[in-house]
């Protein structure tokens, strides 16, 4: 894979927002006091009823870019909509077609998890959707915690709340930081299955930033890769696995590889991942092994994770930067 497949430039001259996007992020620049420059001329855009995924390293940008997008902070130039609405001009509309998922847990520790739904429907000026709420509270697996005070939640049952907080309005365009990071499977499952069906029976445009790619990998549609303020690539998920795609060789060993073998591997502890592309370069592979005295172990062919992808494009990208 090349990085001209994958890097999709954001300049000169992106193309005109669609009027009907769900969420338009044109030529944004965030520059912190001190000057440090966190994004730098992101432009895409997210259609309605589209599960987008916005990936990238630590730092790369991704919660500024949903800050100015939840009108938390500004941009220091650009512009941000969501269906249609500037996020500066018009807050008030915008933040109310928007759910966003916070990262972090804040909560209200005086209200039971019920009264916390009502609380926030009505800071969005919906009154009347016990129906709707009891049905979130049905979905993120909390009926039984309705009456619950806030302070009496583990973690994992508070984050739930934070995601039904964000629901309540039903907003179109749901945003989604990092909710999984440090939560049981099964908060992840129950989350998916809720999303994912406001998603598909409602329309909803999903927006996730995730360090989980095989989470993404299986839920995202497209997808944009964040570097250092900048996307460095932005396809749909089949693409990118199909730019990249190749066999890889996964095995098991107690030996250490030769010099030639271990610069083509990925080694995490015994287990090492080796690429292919087709059976000559498997058989080829499997010799040098044997040639180079390394005993395998539980040896398997798997096909190409977006985890691959973006470990490639990430070094693509600093090999640009270098270059
Ligand atoms: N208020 C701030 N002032 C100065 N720099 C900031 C501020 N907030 C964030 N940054 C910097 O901007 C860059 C992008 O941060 P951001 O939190 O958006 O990254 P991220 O992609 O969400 O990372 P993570 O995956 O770790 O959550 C980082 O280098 C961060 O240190």
Redesign the pocket.
């Known amino acids: 894979m090349s990085a001209q497949d994958t890097i999709s430039p954001q300049t000169p001259s992106p193309a005109a927002p669609d009027r009907h996007a769900a969420v338009v992020f044109e030529q944004v620049h965030?520059t912190?006091?001190?000057g440090?420059q966190?994004?730098q001329g992101v432009d895409f855009q997210i259609m309605p009823g589209e599960f987008f995924g916005l990936l990238?390293?630590?730092?790369?940008?991704?919660?500024?870019?949903?800050?100015l997008l939840a009108g938390l902070?500004q941009a220091t130039s650009g512009r941000v909509t969501v269906m249609g609405h500037d996020v500066r001009a018009d807050f008030a509309t915008a933040r109310k077609l928007l759910g966003v998922v916070p990262?972090e847990l804040v909560f209200d520790p005086f209200f039971s998890v019920r009264e916390s739904l009502v609380q926030q429907s009505g800071y969005f000026g919906v009154r009347g959707n016990g129906a709707w709420i009891d049905e979130v509270l049905e979905g993120l697996g909390l009926a039984d915690k309705a009456r619950a005070n806030m302070r009496q939640l583990s973690g994992g049952m508070k984050r739930r709340v934070l995601v039904a907080q964000a629901l309540v309005h039903k907003p179109p365009v749901i945003v989604l930081?990092?909710p999984t990071a440090g939560v049981d499977v099964e908060l992840r499952q129950t989350l998916w299955q809720f999303i994912s069906r406001l998603n598909r029976q409602q329309g909803c445009a999903v927006l996730l930033?995730t360090?989980y790619l095989e989470e993404a990998e299986a839920l995202c549609q497209r997808i944009a890769m964040?570097k250092k303020?900048r996307v460095v690539a932005l396809d749909s998920t089949s693409r990118l696995l199909s730019k990249a795609s190749q066999n890889l060789l996964v095995f098991k060993t107690d030996d250490t590889l030769p010099p030639d073998l271990a610069a083509e591997a990925r080694v995490t502890g015994r287990v090492v991942q080796m690429r292919c592309a087709d059976a000559a370069g498997l058989e080829l592979l499997l010799q040098r092994l044997r040639q180079g005295g390394v005993r395998v172990e539980d040896v398997e062919l798997a096909r190409t994770a977006l985890e691959d992808v973006f470990l490639d494009i990430m070094g693509e990208s600093a090999e640009g930067e270098s270059a």
């Open positions: 965030k912190y006091p001190g440090f966190a994004l990238g390293p630590n730092g790369a940008g991704k919660t500024t870019l949903i800050s902070s990262q930081d990092e930033t360090h964040l303020g």
